[in-house]
């Protein structure tokens, strides 16, 4: 029987606590030549592992031969191997899950490396914190030819964790990944399987469903190596090259969210805020729905949220916590290039026109169009950087808040209450 989640808590004893179990998952297809590092990678760590299951997904390139020459003694009735037709990562890891015995869940890529010390530090938050998933940082590499020595590119986009709850950045944008997650049993069991219908962005949209349910504790320690390559992607039936991930993440990315409108509620987002007058946290709320809708080139959404939010306390301008949300709009990953063209921007221009509220929000997204005209202008693209140069002059670039931080400000941590929707 697994641990229900929260109730470890009670077998603290002084200093000393119970240590959970744990089960690592590599589902793999086609990667044999990195599968024997990943494997070794997880032999090797500070903290035993309980279980490590590799699930071939219809592997055709000698995967079950690494796997048996990665078996040594050590880990005899650790290691487990199993083989099933290619139905893709997903439908790999529901099945891996079913043969998981551990009150922890490692999923693990077959071509990353887990540092020595991941599976300790991650399961040392779990053993004596109430958080549901932990998780840290990684380091990008790539390999010189035949497997020689690694060079380190830094870790990507990583937001300032400083102000803000991990679920806040984490709906802006996917910042961890699941070889720097550990996560209890109970949590999945709660939340139900991952979607195969999803080509990408499958870890992204469990870790939304996670961590919209349960508390996320995030260490800046780096966890695992990512290795970075030019192989294929996806499922056999929906192969895709390097070149082709972001239009296929942002595809996946704009599905996720366009299923989870209907169902988290905007009082959740309202809950990523504090305020003693109740309607600005729910402004927040809109401002911040609209945020993340819009970091996925959703604008239909994300000016029905700008809408709603110029309708609330319509004659009160911003607070600089609320135009800090609206300014990160137009940050997202995806680019912004639709906002600025005729029908979108006439839309969101629009919005000056209703409110002193909507007008804030007009010159806030102006703002964070600067360093988007910047950008193109680096990149000489002069039709966008026109574009989007003629939307500032429009709508203003230079916001005032007009309200104090103390009427509104944005938690760090929330309330248990809030993931009960």
């Not at 290619?86 to 071509?111: F, P, T, V």
């Not at 109430?130 to 690694?150: C, L, M, P, S, Y």
Request: with cysteine.
């Amino acid at each position: 029987m697994f641990l229900c989640f929260g109730l470890h808590a009670i077998f603290h004893l002084g200093n000393v606590s119970l240590q959970g179990s744990i089960s690592a998952i590599i589902p793999t297809f086609n990667r044999s030549r990195y599968l024997g590092e990943a494997i070794a990678a997880l032999a090797d760590q500070t903290r035993a592992l309980d279980q490590i299951i590799i699930w071939d997904d219809g592997s055709t390139d000698g995967t079950a031969e690494v796997v048996q020459q990665a078996s040594t003694a050590d880990l005899n009735g650790v290691l487990q191997y199993f083989r099933a037709e290619n139905q893709g990562k997903s439908a790999a890891l529901n099945a891996a899950m079913k043969h998981a015995r551990g009150e922890y869940i490692w999923i693990c890529d077959d071509d990353d490396v887990a540092c020595p010390d991941a599976a300790e530090k991650l399961a040392h938050i779990l053993d004596t914190d109430d958080a549901g998933i932990a998780a840290g940082a990684h380091v990008r590499f790539h390999a010189g030819t035949g497997g020689g020595e690694k060079t380190f590119t830094g870790t990507g986009y990583w937001p300032d964790l400083s102000a803000g709850s991990v679920i806040r950045h984490l709906l802006e944008d996917i910042f961890f990944f699941q070889n720097a997650s550990l996560v209890r049993r109970s949590c999945y069991d709660a939340v139900g399987p991952f979607r195969e219908d999803l080509s990408r962005s499958i870890d992204y949209e469990m870790f939304v469903r996670l961590g919209t349910r349960f508390p996320i504790k995030v260490i800046n320690d780096i966890l695992f190596l990512q290795r970075k390559h030019n192989g294929v992607r996806g499922p056999s039936a929906q192969r895709h090259t390097a070149d082709q991930s972001d239009a296929v993440w942002l595809d996946s990315d704009r599905k996720i969210f366009s299923d989870l409108r209907d169902r988290l509620p905007v009082s959740f987002y309202a809950a990523l805020f504090k305020s003693s007058a109740k309607d600005l946290a729910l402004r927040a709320g809109y401002l911040q729905r609209g945020c993340v809708y819009a970091r996925r080139c959703d604008w239909g959404f994300a000016i029905e949220d700008f809408k709603a939010a110029a309708g609330i306390s319509p004659s009160e301008g911003l607070s600089e916590t609320e135009v800090g949300i609206v300014i990160r709009a137009m940050a997202g990953k995806h680019g912004s290039a639709m906002a600025y063209c005729p029908p979108v921007q006439n839309q969101l221009l629009a919005l000056a026109r209703e409110s002193p509220a909507g007008k804030a929000i007009v010159k806030a997204l102006g703002r964070g169009s600067v360093w988007r005209a910047r950008d193109a202008l680096n990149r000489r693209n002069y039709m966008q950087f026109l574009r989007i140069a003629g939307f500032c002059a429009r709508a203003g670039f230079r916001p005032r808040p007009a309200l104090q931080n103390a009427a509104l400000s944005e938690t760090n941590y929330l309330k248990t209450e809030a993931y009960n929707w």
